[in-house]
């Protein structure tokens, strides 16, 4: 029977989630969350001091030991462009590519690590990204859904989705790409049984999943046929 | 001018194919703007301070601290002092700073007194809520029900339960609010984009504010899930816009999980003592049922029960109880859900007493479900057939060796479905471009796509010629997406206005062809003479006779085109492992009809979805109270359950198509198949393991309870 409460149940073992289980990522994750850190003048925490790239951003604050309360300059990699933006260090990074950078594709819906609609693809791993700081993600190759079109062109998994309607009101559905997009990355010849367990980390309330189902496997059946004509 | 009718079955180029949603690209490409991701120049984010108390009268609210946060640029008191509040959740302060976190913070720092009052949150009987708490909304006889059951050969008593669920859309409640001058312009998350603006005027009219409901804008191009939860603009979408007036800057308010699931939507529960009785032959003869449930603080409407099966003698008494769980809205086919659960759940636990198979069963009572019963009746016998009923079926309790025992179910459903109020604009362009433009908008159920398709078909275009114009209260006023209606008002309303525009095209082309106007016909990107492909004249060239001016034609609904009354039959198929007590739904098939199928594809979809979504609630789906604080024990995504993609097993969809159905015209379909699952699959429990688990959601430790292996209430 599958069982969500902890996402790490939500991928085989060969493709845990960093994100998404905060288990094995930098010491910083266990207090990914802004609900945690709220309201504390972010007297953070030893661990986010050892983020590599907060070190790097928070510059004349490294002294100090301390970064924030206020804000302070962080760079991102996103979608193979580096943006830099000032931030309070308790920003999510959901919320900065939403509420900073106005890259609105990923979705906040349960904020909690619970839906995953925020998924974004963090060092080739799906993440979710309303559990991971802004500042932790520096440094790392962040891609979200905005990375896979180009032009009018879809990316083969978002051309699945249409074709096999696996949509409909849609806020789920980036999310749902992406977490399809890296699972196929990393296993391209799933069966039916492989993809069910796969992406149960994402949740949704229309009842898409036939769909998706459909989809995934046939972005599979299409990427692999392309790669054995190539 | 002739009546206007969706074309022959032959000359169909549309209508009926399987078609993909037209906004599918965008959606899964992450480019669709739904509300929450407008940000606007200077944009603000408001959050709300929400009552920690179930039921209390506010003393004293303290925002000066908040007010002094860093970032804080308005605070707006949507319950005053000396008014109460009736729900853990409800909305008192509300206010807007810079970002979203610093929203968020400064929400922390209202204080507010309370003087804690009696409250009830408990989904509980008429007797223990007390007459205080109880309105008694039904209390009617049919026939004689005691000469009735004096008449039954086998009588089955049970007590059936459907609790408080929510609607959880994945986009939470909430808006952008920007004035302009005097003038208001909102993104909405809405299924009413014609039917919201003068919600805000009545609404900012309370709160000191006056704006015309013409100076009011609606925007909603996405929209991330409804359900019936959102027809207005709620309390919070009147404080952002407050707030922004006040800020002189837009306003971003968007609920959070908790609060959405505290207050955007709860479904109301519906719990009842049924007696029933029949012939041994299982003629139903008698019915006597005494339920509750429970919408919060109002009465959530009276539950059609007992439901479909119109048996000749009956008592129905039904009464609310009065809580403080938060107010009731509309969920997906209102009170059908759970009236359906409470009838089928008692016919089945009937049958299983009279030793019939229950699809024998409904047959032989199929003549008292009313005007659609020869509709079930093939519905049920197509569905029995899907499933392999008869081969599959066994008497209660599956024989099987091994904890593992399977079962099945079914239940059958109806609803409505006319089309709402619809007005639609086709503009023909002389450069040959299209629009068709409605106040209308697309909840995810393929309202943009179904448009597309019957202008389309109507004008002779392929899909790309017309462009569909809906999500903003510029265009024609259009219902709001309630009651399945969208589908039936949409179409007519395009299907009159385009082919009214194709008219005056027609009158226009007519010399040039050396015909008159009604021997023209538009097919394939052109206008020729009926069945004559040699006289025609490519669609462009058509409209370019126009001269400067476009077509403008307006559409009605029409009531020709549509009906109302749909049927469905649901088997399901579950495994439930009896040592742990978790159910597995292992298929389900569903059979549907809604008269004139636009988008089998689409279409196909919302049956696929309901059942999913009906799995939710048969399985996972409670809003848990605690009586001791009155607070709602899992406002969140990890406690309050859906099913994930591995929860599902199977499913069949079948829509009842061709003659018999198509003649029909176009009927509303949204709704009618999330009614059954629960029935289909608490019966198929009740079959697998022999003993009925009475409450849904089916939780594993109801199971174990149901087999006397212990558990906890």
Redesign the interface.
């Known amino acids: 029977?599958?069982k969500?409460?902890h996402p790490d149940h939500s991928t085989d073992s060969g493709s845990a989630r960093d994100g998404h289980s905060q288990k094995k990522g930098k010491p910083s994750s266990g207090l990914s969350r802004?609900q945690f850190i709220?309201?504390t003048g972010l007297a953070v925490s030893a661990s986010v001091l050892v983020s590599e790239g907060l070190l790097k951003a928070a510059g004349a604050q490294e002294a100090s030991g301390v970064a924030g309360p206020g804000a302070v300059p962080i760079r991102l990699r996103v979608n193979g462009q580096v943006r830099e933006l000032r931030i309070?260090p308790?920003?999510m990074l959901l919320?900065a590519l939403?509420?900073h950078l106005?890259i609105?594709?990923?979705?906040?819906?349960?904020?909690?690590a619970?839906?995953g609609?925020c998924t974004v693809i963090v060092d080739g791993r799906p993440v979710y990204s309303c559990t991971m700081l802004a500042i932790d993600a520096q440094g790392r190759s962040i891609e979200?859904?905005?990375s896979?079109?180009s032009g009018d062109d879809?990316?083969p998994?978002?051309?699945s989705?249409?074709?096999n309607?696996?949509?409909?009101?849609?806020?789920?559905?980036?999310g749902f790409?992406m977490a399809c997009k890296a699972y196929l990355d990393k296993h391209p010849h799933p069966t039916y049984d492989e993809v069910?367990?796969a992406?149960?980390g994402?949740?949704?309330?229309?009842?898409?999943?036939?769909?998706?189902?459909n989809a995934v496997l046939e972005a599979a059946t299409k990427t692999s046929t392309k790669g054995a004509q190539a | 001018m002739a009546d206007i009718k969706w074309p022959a079955p032959a000359d169909r180029h549309l209508i009926g194919k399987r078609i993909s949603r037209i906004d599918g690209p965008f959606k899964s490409s992450g480019r669709a703007k739904y509300t929450f991701d407008i940000n606007r120049p200077n944009m603000l984010f408001g959050k709300m301070v929400l009552s920690a108390h179930a039921h209390a009268k506010i003393d004293k609210i303290d925002t000066g601290e908040a007010e002094g946060m860093p970032g804080v640029r308005a605070v707006y008191t949507m319950v005053p002092e000396g008014q109460e509040v009736n729900w853990v959740g409800q909305e008192v302060v509300a206010l807007a700073a810079d970002t979203e976190e610093q929203a968020e913070e400064a929400a922390d720092h209202v204080h507010i007194d309370y003087s804690p009052l009696p409250f009830l949150v408990a989904d509980t009987d008429p007797q223990q809520a007390g007459p205080d708490r109880t309105k008694q909304l039904r209390d009617q006889s049919e026939g004689d029900p005691q000469q009735g059951f004096q008449q039954a050969e086998v009588t089955h008593e049970g007590a059936y339960g459907i609790p408080v669920i929510t609607h959880c859309c994945l986009e939470s409640h909430g808006s952008v609010a920007e004035w302009n001058g005097d003038k208001l312009n909102v993104w909405l998350s809405t299924q009413n984009v014609s039917g919201s603006a003068g919600q805000y005027s009545d609404g900012l009219k309370q709160a000191g504010i006056n704006v015309a409901p013409s100076d009011v804008s609606i925007d909603c191009q996405y929209m991330g899930g409804g359900f019936g939860s959102k027809f207005g603009p709620d309390s919070w979408g009147i404080a952002a816009a407050v707030l922004a007036r006040k800020a002189g800057r837009p306003v971003k308010m968007m609920l959070e999980r908790d609060h959405e699931l505290l207050s955007a939507g709860c479904r109301p529960s519906l719990h009842g003592r049924i007696k029933v009785g029949a012939k041994k032959d299982g003629t139903l003869v008698a019915w006597d049922s005494e339920s509750w449930g429970t919408g919060g603080m109002g009465s959530a409407g009276t539950p059609p029960l007992p439901y479909i099966f119109k048996i000749p003698n009956q008592h129905v008494r039904h009464s609310a109880v009065l809580t403080n769980i938060g107010p009731a809205r509309a969920w997906r086919a209102p009170n059908h859900p759970q009236v359906c659960f409470l009838t089928m759940t008692a016919l089945d636990d009937l049958a299983a007493k009279l030793g019939m198979d229950p699809l024998d069963f409904f047959l032989k009572n199929i003549g008292i479900t009313g005007p659609r019963s020869a509709n079930y009746q093939e519905e049920l016998l197509r569905a029995a057939d899907m499933i392999a009923w008869k081969k599959n079926w066994h008497p209660r309790g599956d024989r099987a060796t091994g904890p593992v025992k399977r079962g099945l179910g079914l239940s059958i459903h109806t609803w409505g479905g006319a089309g709402h109020v619809s007005n639609c604009r086709c503009t023909i362009q002389p450069d040959g471009s299209v629009e068709v433009a409605l106040g209308s908008q697309d909840l995810g159920t393929g309202t943009r796509t179904v448009i597309d398709i019957v202008a389309a078909e109507t004008l002779g275009l392929p899909l790309e010629g017309v462009q569909v114009a809906i999500g903003d209260n510029k265009y024609p006023p259009d219902g709001a997406s309630g009651g399945s209606t969208t589908v039936g008002g949409v179409s007519s309303s395009t299907r009159v206005a385009a082919t009214n525009a194709l008219n005056q095209l027609l009158e226009k082309v007519a010399p040039s062809l050396n015909a008159t106007p009604d021997q023209l016909e538009a097919v394939g990107g052109r206008i020729q003479v009926r069945g004559d492909s040699a006289r025609s004249i490519p669609w462009k060239q058509a409209c370019a006779k126009l001269g400067a001016a476009p077509i403008v034609a307006m559409g009605q609904r029409d009531a020709s085109l549509i009906s109302a009354g749909v049927g469905g039959a649901q088997m399901a198929q579950v495994a439930v492992d009896t040592e742990t007590g978790v159910v597995r739904m292992e298929k389900i098939v569903a059979v549907q009809d809604c008269g004139l199928v636009i988008d089998p594809k689409t279409a196909e979809s919302q049956v696929y979805g309901a059942c999913i979504m009906g799995t939710c609630y048969a399985l996972h789906e409670e809003k848990i109270m605690d009586d001791q604080t009155g607070a709602c024990l899992n406002p969140n995504m990890e406690f309050y359950r859906l099913s994930g993609i591995d929860d599902i097993g199977e499913i069949q969809v079948h829509m009842m198509t061709g003659p018999g159905y198509d003649e029909r015209g176009v009927i509303g379909l949204g709704e009618p198949p999330v009614v059954s699952p629960g029935a289909a699959i608490s019966n198929a429990v009740a079959n697998a393991i022999g003993a009925r688990v009475p409450d849904l959601p089916i939780t594993p430790n109801r199971v174990l309870m149901a087999l006397g292996k212990g558990g906890a209430v």
Request: aromatic share 4%; hydrophobic share 25%; net charge positive.
């Open positions: 029977m599958s969500r409460d802004r709220k309201g309070e308790r920003v919320d939403r509420n106005d609105t594709g990923s979705k906040k819906v349960c904020d909690r619970s839906c609609a979200t859904i905005e896979l079109a879809l990316h998994m978002s051309q989705f249409v074709d309607d696996a949509q409909q009101c849609g806020f789920c559905t980036s790409v069910k367990k992406l149960n994402n949740l949704c309330r229309c009842g898409t999943y036939m769909g998706i189902r």
